[in-house]
C-alpha cells in the first residue's frame, strides 16, 4: 500500500507546473498543482535539507479570503515574516508564554519543537492514537493537551510505530522526533532526484514565481 500511495505523490509531483530559485544559499522549488493549489519547499543548498513546507490554497469562489491568495500554510518551518502563531491549545491569547508548536525536520527524522514547556521531562506523556493516526501528548498536571499528525506519514498511508518515537526537553522546549521510516527516506531521495531536471534561476533572474 505504502509504494501505491509513493508512487502517487510522487507522480503528482511530477505533473506538476514547477518553478526553481536559487536564493541566500537556499533552493526555492515552487509547484502548482493541476486544482491551483501551490505548495513551496525551500531546502538548504548544501545539505538538501528541507527547511520550509507551506501551501496555498486557491478559493472556491475566485474571491480574495484567508484562506487562499495571500495566506500560506506552513508544514514545515514558520513565517519569520509575520509574528508567530500561537498554539491555542490552552485557550489563550498569544504571549511570550503561549505555547508554540512547529516543525523542523532532520535528514533523518521528523521533528516537532513545542516552545515555552516549562515543565520537567518526567511530566510530559506521549501516544498514538492509531486509528485516527495521531499523536497524542499531554501532561500529567493537566496544563498541556494536544494531537497532531505528520502528513508525510499520512501521504504514504505508513504506520505510526511508538519505536521510532522520541521526546526530549531543554531550554523551555520540548523536541519530539520521530525516526524516518525507509519508504520516506526512499521518497525524498526520489524527489530530490527529480529536482536536479529542474532548471533553477538565481536571484534577480525574471519570471520566477516563487514566493
Not at 141 to 169: T, V
Request: aromatic letters at 8%; hydrophobic letters at 30%.
Amino acid at each position: 500500500m505504502a509504494d501505491t500511495t509513493k508512487s502517487v505523490w510522487i507522480e503528482k509531483l511530477k505533473s506538476a507546473k514547477k518553478a526553481g530559485l536559487l536564493q541566500n544559499d537556499r533552493k526555492k522549488i515552487h509547484y502548482t498543482f493541476d486544482d491551483q493549489t501551490e505548495m513551496v519547499e525551500e531546502y538548504d543548498a548544501k545539505t538538501n535539507l528541507l527547511l520550509i513546507r507551506k501551501w496555498r490554497q486557491k478559493s472556491n469562489s475566485g474571491l480574495k479570503t484567508l484562506a487562499s491568495s495571500d495566506v500560506w500554510t506552513f508544514e514545515i518551518g514558520q513565517n519569520y515574516e509575520t509574528r508567530p502563531i500561537a498554539d491555542n491549545t490552552l485557550g489563550m491569547t498569544e504571549s511570550t508564554t503561549t505555547p508554540m508548536f512547529s516543525r523542523n525536520d532532520k535528514n533523518d527524522s521528523f521533528e516537532i519543537r513545542i516552545r515555552n514547556l516549562p515543565y520537567s521531562i518526567d511530566i510530559y506523556q506521549l501516544t498514538i492514537d492509531k486509528d485516527k493516526r495521531e499523536f497524542i501528548l499531554r501532561t500529567t498536571n493537566k496544563k498541556y493537551f494536544k494531537r497532531f499528525s505528520i502528513a508525510d506519514l499520512d501521504r504514504l498511508n505508513l504506520p505510526l510505530e511508538e519505536n521510532n518515537l522520541s521526546y526530549s526537553h531543554a531550554n523551555n522546549t520540548l523536541i519530539i522526533s520521530y525516526k524516518k521510516p525507509k519508504a520516506i527516506l526512499d521518497l525524498e531521495k526520489q524527489v530530490h532526484d527529480e529536482l536536479k531536471k529542474l532548471n533553477m534561476k538565481k536571484e534577480g533572474d525574471s519570471d520566477c514565481p516563487v514566493s
